[in-house]
């Protein structure tokens, strides 16, 4: 009897196991598909630019906002991780100094010599018969994939040359899969600034050279079974990008076409690397096991993607008067006295704020009229609605010193050919020299060119004994000293990053020197510390001698 049982629980259980198997995926009626990226494409450029194409698009497709991109925030790592579907510590491509000849992580498995198996590699064994196609205006981008596995592969020479290849290569060949990349926008935001009117207007150019390759796939006879996938490699900052903000980190992921939900906003979260899975999906193919990208199924009609876990939306975090667009943080050095002002663009809700760096809760002071601030002070605002957190924590640094104090930070600064990292100018002549309140880029903007090199002299007063933290936020490379000590390292080139040290100082006069470079674009430099009894701030003036 026991062993009859045996059996027949046997049975059972392989029954019930042949019950739950993953149903088969349907069959999408998708031929063809074209992902469209656009370097440097924030969510603020399509919210804020003329995008008539955009949006339509978005009321026609299904989209985010809130795709995120991967760390760093550069071009080579994350156009990498859209093909890929991988990151970059999967990849290898860590920097946009990653070459197949110099490298430092390896790609944890490879389709060809250095390179990790990408969505083109994956079409072109699994549908022998495809045509497959590479147009980018970035020549960087030729070097992320398998060139056996691309039919027709073109570095471009700008965007209308891009758009006009792209266009024309999709109506001759009619092709499985093309990708198309534009760098236009990247280029507006590094020489004008993201958020600037000239970034607008190159978004706005963006949406014109969308609606030739929509208007290409019409012309091809292939809409009718074509998915589009619009997304970016990162957005950006000031001039630049390479950092963790969500102004660089947050980028669209828009999808349009055959069996695609229409005017559907994607609730869950979407990477850089679901792009590639995203594709793969459409077409029926088996993704690799190293892939860690999951397709965004939630788009396509008949899939019902639920998760107790969806993007927390924020509300827009409370402006500071006057506010700045750029690396620059809220707030500045003044005489004397400043004002503390906000503003809110959201309805129904309140600002609540602290004056000693702490983060702000709905217990926190209400804001209602201008603050006078008489000394050093860090500020920390949210928006509250409901009683509750509703935005990201706002943040500014204000530094009062008398009107008659004497900048007491000497600095030289060297007009130098290529430079990749700080080097030593000892013997070398300065292009310039001169004074200033604090250690930043800020106050000597107008002598900032390419490869530029600045170094900072000046002594700090230490009043306590404490563990200090020095920190360095800078795009391109520094470092810090105490005492000739290095305590900060942040060389090498990148976008705008910070970096950490830290040291048990006893009461006394330091001497503090930073060096600093910018190997191209605006760049920029601030210089921070923090003890138990000091909030994170903005070295300020009057701590120098």
Known sequence: MKKYKIIVMAIGVMLLWSCYHEPKQQD????????????????????????????????????????????????????????????????GITSNAWEKDNFTLPAITESEDFIFPTIFHLIDKQLPKAEIGAIYDWGGFGRLFEKSAVDYDVDASSEDETVTLASNYIEAKKPTFTFIHFDHID????????????????????????YKILQSVKNAGMAVNTLVIISADHGGIGKGHGGETLNEMEIPFIIYGKSVKKGYEIKLPIYQYDNAATVAFALNLKMPYAWIGKPAKMAFEGYNITDDYPIKEMLEEPQFSPSYTSNKKPGGLFNEKTFLSFSNINDSTSIHYTLDGSMPSINSQKYSDNVLLTNNTVVKAAIFHKGKIASTVAESFYRIKPADYQPPVAYELFYLPKITSVINTKGKTPNAIGTCFEITSDEILQEIKENTLVNFKTKINIEQEDEYSFFLRSDDGSRLFLNRELIVDNDGEHGVLEKKGSKKLEPGVYDLEVTWFNAGGSGWLDVYYKSNSIPKQIIPTTSFR
Not at 61 to 75: C, D, E, I, K, M
Not at 189 to 198: D, I, L, Q, R
């Open 28 to 91: 999408l009626g998708i031929k063809h598909v074209v992902v469209i990226g656009f370097d440097g494409l924030s969510p603020d450029g399509i919210k804020k630019a003329n995008t008539p194409v955009f949006d339509s698009i978005i009321q026609n497709g299904s989209y985010t906002f809130h795709q995120r991109a991967v760390l760093p925030s550069s071009s080579s790592s994350n156009w990498a991780s859209m093909i890929m579907g991988a990151d970059t510590e999967q990849h």
């Open 187 to 210: 280029h507006a935001g590094h020489e004008y600034g993201y958020g600037t009117e000239k970034y607008y207007k190159s978004v706005e150019k963006a949406d014109k050279l969308l």
